[in-house]
């Protein structure tokens, strides 16, 4: 298990685009990802509905927990995620 | 029975282009079916729910395709939330309670209100995902939803009348409209406006046009002709621009940063309305001063060079402002609505004027402040010195109610200006709700208990020394606007897409022709009468 934080640099804050898009990341990935505000219970990163329910908004911190052992390819997904949270 | 080529139709215009295209009938839709559980075999019900939203999946696809860069995103932005796991297995543990496979999957989506308020893009894609939900629903019990709409080829849809909803799902496909009822000033009719799409409404024979039937759509005619072709259009009046400036200004409406950036790329001086609702329509709680004040700012600082008129927040009606506590009457244009609600929550017309003011005060721009829904003297004078109070901009109110047109000689040296709202004035004065689709033809603006009302306005705001404006639709139709300047009024203002036809026709005549030719209009005593002999003074002019 892998976990970071990213910030949500997305003006609109975690909407439906950057949502869609990290859903279907993780699911092309084959990888179990769960995310959430810090201090919260984390969700599934598998509904992009149950993702834009946290209601993260621009300057908040998600952390990130990915079920895997591999610290090149848990990088290489996080960099993404942040990447889909600039707007 | 097939109507024969040549037949015409006649309604009333909306537009300046004719356009040619196939019938294609726009059947109402039907209503779904109430809440029920099923027999009791949840495989089935499981297997049924995953068909119909891949069946929905599956039309979104193709609406994708036929869409421009930007609509296919949202579409497929759709798609995927329709097709989301996680709604997915809350529909089925639904399903596992009992719920039949169309209810446990609208039952899953309204579960989402609570998680989603409070946020309004969030509330505006939870609402497009019931929408679709409505959709799965109507698969499964087999009802055809009405508005699949061609995506190639060129239709010319034809219904009852349209909603604002319905119009989101109009396709590139769709080059012209027909409605048997519906006014010019109904939202329909507002909308083809906005999206440039010629249209007749209030054509209550078209109810004999049959499916495939090719029909020309001539707007200035007012006019559909069967088998016509774009030879028979009538030519709208091509006025040639005869000086720099038109008689009167002509300024744009607004209701958005978005209009208030499109308004800045027309000739628009400056805005004569800027519909203030859209900022709080999706606020569930009262905004601060202090964000109320930053939209103000980037509205007024993108807005076209010259004055502009923000009207205070005309809540009620057909215009629910979600944080105000807003009643529910049989007859919601008669109900509380505009001032009187303002007068009612005092607080958030002061907030609102003072984060007009802070805007003002920011952007250095000219600002004009005005009340809707002004019912008598006494109303506007406790407006303006409530405005005044606030903020150092000029001050009046709209005229949409008969009774204030009778009372315009009381506020001189209390308003700076007036500005008419047709469309709420016609519906007012003609005992015609704006919202009745069977009413449209009296809320023609063409109307002459209506021109001579405007007449009245005009001529006791220069008595009293108020600069007089009209911001209704009626101004966006330029032959009328050359009547409103020689009715005496001092500006115009029409929707963006608009503002060059109306210039151009302000520019194409002269003070005095104006005049005459609102002499022409006072003397007609029917609308037909009115706006054939005002168009027939106008040919002979050019």
């Not at chain 2, 440039?196 to 209030?202: K, M, R």
């Not at chain 2, 606030?390 to 040296?413: F, H, N, R, W």
Request: negative net charge.
């Amino acid at each position: 298990m892998i976990t970071t934080t990213v910030i949500i640099e997305d003006p609109i804050g975690l909407h439906a685009r950057p949502a869609g898009q990290i859903v279907k990341l993780v699911k092309e990935s084959g990888l179990t990802v769960h995310m959430g505000k810090a201090g919260q219970e984390l969700v599934m990163a598998n509904s992009p509905l149950r993702m834009m329910a946290l209601k993260a908004k621009t300057g908040e911190q998600l952390v990130i927990e990915v079920d895997t052992d591999d610290q090149g390819v848990a990088d290489a997904l996080f960099a993404q995620i942040q990447d889909f949270l600039k707007g | 029975m097939a109507l024969a080529s040549g037949t015409i139709l006649t309604g009333l215009g909306v537009g300046l282009n004719s356009v040619r295209g196939e019938v294609f009938w726009v059947k109402p839709q039907a209503t779904l079916p109430g809440p029920a559980k099923h027999a009791g075999d949840v495989a089935a019900e499981k297997a049924t729910l995953r068909g119909a939203i891949h069946h929905v999946a599956a039309y979104l696809d193709e609406q994708s395709l036929g869409a421009g860069e930007t609509s296919a995103e949202i579409f497929e932005a759709l798609k995927m939330l329709l097709e989301d796991e996680g709604l997915f297995e809350s529909a089925i543990a639904e399903i596992e309670s009992g719920w039949n496979a169309a209810t446990a999957f609208i039952v899953a989506v309204d579960s989402l209100d609570e998680a989603f308020a409070g946020d309004a893009a969030l509330e505006e894609r939870l609402a497009d995902l019931k929408g679709l939900a409505r959709r799965v629903a109507a698969h499964i019990s087999g009802i055809h939803m009405g508005l699949d709409l061609p995506t190639t080829g060129s239709y010319v849809i034809v219904g009852d009348d349209f909603s604002p909803a319905d119009t989101a799902w109009f396709t590139d496909a769709v080059v012209g409209l027909v409605t048997l009822r519906g006014g010019p000033t109904s939202h329909t009719a507002i909308i083809c406006r906005s999206k440039s799409i010629p249209a007749l409404v209030c054509c209550p024979q078209a109810v004999d046009l049959v499916d495939g039937t090719q029909v020309l759509v001539d707007p200035v005619g007012d006019r559909v002709v069967v088998g016509g072709d774009a030879s028979m259009a009538t030519k709208a009046i091509s006025f040639v621009a005869k000086s720099l400036d038109p008689i009167i200004p002509v300024r744009a409406n607004i209701g958005s940063l978005e209009d208030s950036i499109q308004a800045a790329t027309t000739a628009a001086n400056g805005v004569g309305l800027f519909r203030t609702e859209l900022l709080y329509l999706s606020e569930t709680t009262m905004p601060s001063v202090a964000k109320q004040a930053k939209s103000y700012t980037e509205i007024l600082r993108a807005a076209p060079e010259g004055p502009i008129v923000v009207r205070t927040v005309d809540a009620g009606s057909d215009k629910p402002v979600p944080f105000l506590d807003l009643p529910h009457g049989d007859n919601p244009a008669s109900d509380l609505r505009g001032f009187q609600i303002s007068k009612a929550h005092r607080q958030f017309l002061i907030d609102q004027l003072e984060s007009i003011e802070v805007a003002r005060k920011e952007t250095g721009r000219e600002v004009w402040v005005m009340a809707p829904m002004i019912a008598t003297a006494s109303e506007a004078i406790e407006f303006a010195q409530l405005a005044r109070s606030a903020g150092e901009y000029k001050v009046g109110i709209m005229v949409e109610t008969p009774s204030i047109a009778m009372s315009i000689a009381d506020l001189a040296g209390k308003l700076d200006f007036i500005s008419v709202g047709t469309n709420d004035l016609s519906q007012y004065l003609f005992a015609a709700d704006r919202m009745n689709a069977g009413q449209g033809a009296l809320l023609n603006p063409w109307q002459p208990e209506l021109v001579r009302l405007l007449k009245a306005i005009a001529s006791e705001s220069e008595k009293a020394g108020i600069t007089s404006g009209v911001c209704g639709e009626a101004a966006s139709d330029p032959a009328f606007a050359i009547v409103l300047a020689g009715l005496g009024f001092n500006s115009v203002s029409a929707s963006s897409s608009q503002v060059g036809a109306v210039r151009s026709a302000l520019s194409a005549v002269t003070l005095e022709q104006a005049h005459q030719v609102a002499q022409v209009a006072l003397a007609a005593t029917t609308a037909d009468q009115c706006k054939s002999a005002v168009l027939d003074a106008l040919a002979s002019l050019a």
